[in-house]
């Protein structure tokens, strides 16, 4: 079975500081893939940021970085120079060998100016 | 390039009552999934398809709904009675293929109110 746990229900940051958000994941796969969505008030979700199970570097996209510890099972994302943009549901998410999507209960990011 | 479409956007209807959800994938994407969000609550599957065969249906409450993907293409989900407890966002979402380091594209979703 493959279970992602986002224990950060709400979260507030000031305008241009950085934010981390948590997510730890369970599996029994060796290969699989770690993502982080965003979803605005409009419903859409917003693919962000991708994480092989094998790859040797942190992923990097613009202001989202991945920072990826696989002995601890975690895939936090952290968002430098935040913006008021950013307010959202962030979602965290895993596909390994069931070929499917197992999403977090997210996070509430809120940025204050 | 057009990204996943949904429609209708918003839906509401009275129980027991029959709905239908239709969703246009990104040209060229194989895999369709379709999934079921409730308030405050991670997308759950429903429903995978590869091309126009349904790999993954296990989750989907065959009782009351169903879906297709003709020419595998796009594709419908229908529920037939709907019940109060349907309430929810369905989202449809497409990728190239089905493989772990596939990131998904979703549409806006549909939100389908039962009253």
């Known amino acids: 079975a493959q279970k992602i746990t986002q224990t950060q229900p709400g979260m507030f940051v000031q305008e241009k500081e950085a934010v981390t958000l948590d997510c730890t994941y369970d599996t029994s796969d060796q290969s699989y893939g770690l993502f982080w969505y965003k979803q605005p008030s409009s419903g859409e979700m917003i693919f962000l940021i991708y994480?092989?199970?094998?790859?040797?570097q942190n992923a990097t996209e613009g202001r989202y970085s991945l920072n990826f510890q696989k002995a601890r099972k975690s895939a936090n994302l952290v968002i430098s120079a935040s913006q008021l943009g950013d307010s959202a549901m962030y979602f965290c998410a895993m596909m390994g060998s069931g070929n499917q999507f197992y999403f977090g209960t997210g996070t509430s990011l809120t940025v204050i100016p | 390039e057009a990204g996943v479409v949904q429609s209708p956007r918003y839906k509401i209807i009275e129980k027991k009552q029959p709905v239908a959800f239709w969703c246009n994938p990104i040209s060229g994407h194989n895999t369709l999934y379709w999934y079921l969000q409730n308030l405050g609550q991670g997308p759950e599957l429903l429903i995978r398809?590869?091309?126009?065969?349904?790999?993954?249906d296990s989750q989907l409450p065959k009782d009351r709904f169903s879906a297709e993907r003709l020419k595998g293409v796009d594709s419908t989900l229908k529920i037939q009675p709907a019940e109060l407890g349907d309430s929810a966002v369905y989202l449809c979402a497409s990728s190239l293929d089905g493989w772990a380091n596939t990131e998904a594209f979703f549409g806006q979703g549909t939100r389908l109110t039962v009253v």
């Open positions: 398809y590869e091309n126009e065969e349904a790999v993954d």
């Open positions: 994480q092989g199970s094998y790859d040797q």
